[in-house]
């Protein structure tokens, strides 16, 4: 053959190959209405082209269509616009029929029904049928989904690859979209669709990531009257306050929280997700027991049992600590406790060692429970500066309004190391036992403050009051009284019981009784302790103990100020009265009320 025949059959050989290649585009309709009735005979579909039809041979059998509309029965799925390839089987076209293996949806408008998805007849879809096999790849990009039912569920630039090699086969799938403006990816998902839909048992795995968190469950489902998923989960949140306000999933305390992870076998079905055996995480803080949420009531409740080693609770009483503004008063900003009270709890916590902003309990056993707004937590028992401390604290709205109320009971409690622990000097030790009950009601913790009512007593047993010399200002008080306002500040004062019964009403603690003894002095306080404006308005009588009692005190102190800057400072009018040198200077009388004062006429 001659070099002139071997070129020409090469070019036609190649034109050949070019026309395989390009795509055609086709004028009737016939190839969209053989595409169609595959579709509709294996899928149910309804398909319709409004733009271009192409067709190419090579490398492999395949379709074009634009302006596309895909309608399943029931409307359960809508498919509008955008453009549909597919991938045809040789065989099958050989011989005159169009089987897919291949569909790719791009920049199509996806809208569907959930309940209609349901009523389908899935086992009778999925079946293999003789006339043709399902498509092996279903490919979505660039699309987006909207459900006509789950309003909350719509999905923007939407990214999906399905593998699925046969009915007996396991089907594959990964994929991307943005759900509220959030990037969620499903890097691995897997299941047998032909198994779930005759109601048997099918192995699956799944993992959703998204930037709060990511889940991954490998395990069984089966569906049918009472579907159910068992196996092993894994919950991580990198920030559950993220996560609830991005889900708008309520949760409580859900904006209090950080990092959580939940670990272990799990069970869903339609009633209950329960964690039988349950690791979980919070923030560094590792816990186990038993972990679960109903579904079945009004509102979802979760509820558990859990056990700790170390257990930080400070974030959950943050709010607590924010009661008071930079300058030191209390919050005008109205109480809202919508946003803490997501969802219903009934959770039983128990720790080695727990912290609470600064206090600190060993061997804690506690309890929290949430309901639409009202919250109540409470210590079962505690152990507390080597000593013991039970409490009860609830929050609840009513009438615009938030009711706070607190009771407790302590005893054997050490009070330097407690006065330490937050942050205050040691001016007083000892053993301390006593009870406590506070109540107020308002829309602000201020106004909380102003209607607070309740009780207080208080009794430390063998102590010292640390800065105080008492015992030293006594002896010189009956020499030379004027010397003794000079040198009452350090050293110690020792005594036996120290004790104090507070009356709150109105924001205002009343002093009812309170008394210092020793065997060498007796104190008495009496005044007032303002809440409201954080201040102190008392008078401490010290006398010395004689078998005689003294027509009055032999010291007195006022004790005034501001909680975080007390003011000592004896009371010159006494020891004036009590100064032979200096009581003549000012009359029979004694000293007048509008005297200059005190300390600077003694000098």
Known sequence: ?????????????????????????????????????????????????????????????????????????????????????????????????????????????????????????????????????????????????????????????????????????????????????????????????????????????????????????????????????????????????????????????????????????????????????VALTLGTDKLEGTLAVRFDAERPVISGTLAAGSLNLSDFFRPLTQTRTASGTWSEEAIDLSHTTGNDLDLRLSATTAQLGLMRLDDMAASVLVRPGRIEASIGRASFHDGMLKGRLSLASANGATEFKSQGTFDAVDVATFLAAMGEPRWLTGRAQGQFLFEGAGDSPVEVIRQAHGRTSVTVKEGELVGLALNDALRRVEKRPLLASLNWKGGRTPFDQAQMLLNLKDGIGEVAESRIQSPTLVTNLSGQISLVDRSLKLKADVSPVTTVPAPAPAIVFEVGGGWDNVIVTPDARSLIQRSGAAKPLFGPEGLPQSAPLPLAIAQ
């Open 1 to 277: 053959m001659s070099r002139r025949a071997v070129l020409l059959i090469a070019l036609i050989s190649l034109a050949i190959l070019g026309a395989a290649a390009a795509p055609w585009t086709l004028s009737g309709a016939g190839l969209s209405s053989a595409v169609g009735e595959h579709l509709r005979v294996r899928y149910g579909f309804d398909f319709h082209v409004a733009g271009r039809s192409t067709f190419a041979v090579l490398p492999t059998p395949r379709v074009k269509f634009e302006d596309v509309k895909l309608a399943a029965p029931n409307q359960a799925v809508l498919v509008e616009g955008g453009t549909l390839r597919g991938e045809l089987r040789i065989l099958p076209l050989i011989f005159g029929r169009v089987e897919i293996s291949e569909i790719a949806l791009s920049d199509t408008a996806i809208t569907a029904s959930y309940q209609a998805l349901r009523s389908l007849d899935w086992a009778d879809l999925l079946e293999d049928r003789p006339h043709g096999r399902q498509a092996r790849r279903l490919i979505v990009m660039s699309s987006s989904l909207r459900w006509t039912d789950l309003k909350e569920a719509s999905l923007d630039k939407l990214n999906v690859l399905v593998n699925w090699a046969g009915s007996d086969k396991p089907l594959y799938a990964t994929g991307s979209a943005f759900w509220r403006n959030e990037l969620v990816t499903v890097a691995e998902a897997s299941l047998h669709p032909a198994l779930l839909a005759s109601d048997q048992i099918s192995p699956i795995s799944l993992t959703i990531s998204a930037p709060s968190g990511r889940l991954t469950v490998t395990g069984e489902a089966q569906l049918g009257e009472d579907p159910r998923i068992t196996g092993e989960s894994l919950i991580e949140a990198t920030s559950v306050r993220d996560f609830a306000r991005w889900s708008r999933v309520e949760l409580p305390f859900g904006s209090l929280m950080q990092a959580l992870t939940i670990e272990g076998d799990a069970s869903l079905n339609r009633r209950r997700l329960s964690w039988p055996s």
